[in-house]
């Protein structure tokens, strides 16, 4: 089941087409979430009693809108709505339990003008243990390819996996690079780096990486792309002719910015596209 949380946003809108499109390529149903936050409005000596029936009111509006555009674009595809009570991280990292997929806004209707990606998004892509795709508001046109960032260690290959089928349901080229820039040594200058097996390290890493799946998805056209260069900024250019840009999420810590990783991080910060983070 693919799940997409949504809050009446333009980016929420965006990611409700994208869910549905996934979901119809994908043969999965599809849940639209919303989630009843009353916390706000409870603060103060005389919370209003009225404030429920209307977030629950508002709620069932913004659910009903959503379903109809799906149903609008792709009738045969099974859609359930759900309202949750409880805060919107919260409830989507709860409903991920039950999801092959999540997709979320990059930036709701709470969050900080001019701010690319919201708290929610970014909690939900730190938590959630299935892929997370998080989605801009603004419309970009149809095609490009998909796009997945490799390191040289196995916590990568589930992103590469998801990368790999993504490609092959969207019959779309597969990029898969692994970029990766010098240290810079204050304290020791001297050391030195022999760059042609910098660059043969590289190679062989997204070779290696690439055998593993290839078998298993012989029609999907492979793109190796081994660059010296920051994996951010590598990633983000490739993200402006992708249709969807994949990376894997590698923190370890109890804070939501250590959990994403700093490449995912940066990547939901700045990429072009759609970003799907898939941990580990």
Not at 101 to 114: A, W, Y
Not at 126 to 137: D, E, I
Not at 216 to 234: G, K, L, M, N
């Amino acid at each position: 089941m693919i799940i997409v949380g949504v809050d009446g946003s333009v980016a929420a809108r965006a990611a409700v087409e994208w869910a549905a499109n996934d979901a119809f390529r994908a043969g999965e149903p599809l849940r639209i979430v919303y989630a009843v936050d009353r916390s706000p409005y409870q603060i103060g000596r005389y919370p209003d009693a009225a404030l429920p029936d209307v977030l629950l009111g508002e709620g069932s509006r913004i659910l009903r809108e959503a379903e109809t555009l799906v149903h609008e674009r792709l009738p045969t595809i099974e859609v359930t709505t759900e309202d949750v009570e409880g805060k919107p991280a919260e409830v989507l990292r709860e409903q991920a339990k039950d999801a092959t997929e999540i997709v979320v806004g990059s930036r709701g209707l709470g969050g900080f003008t001019g701010a690319l990606l919201g708290s929610v998004s970014a909690h939900v892509a730190g938590h959630a243990h299935c892929p997370v795709v998080v989605v801009r508001g603004e419309p970009r046109p149809a095609g490009g390819e998909v796009v997945v960032g490799v390191d040289d260690s196995q916590e990568c290959l589930p992103a590469l996996a998801y990368a790999f089928e993504q490609a092959k349901l969207r019959h779309r080229p597969l990029r898969v690079m692994h970029a990766w820039q010098l240290p810079v040594h204050a304290f020791a200058p001297e050391i030195s780096y022999d760059m042609d097996e910098v660059r043969a390290a590289q190679h062989r890493t997204v070779r290696d990486h690439v055998a593993l799946f290839s078998g298993d998805y012989p029609h999907v056209e492979v793109v190796e792309d081994a660059q010296c260069a920051h994996p951010v900024e590598a990633l983000t250019d490739a993200s402006q002719r992708a249709e969807l840009l994949v990376v894997g999420s590698h923190g370890r810590g109890a804070l939501t910015s250590i959990l994403l990783g700093s490449v995912s991080r940066g990547v939901l910060h700045h990429a072009h596209c759609p970003v799907a983070v898939v941990r580990a």
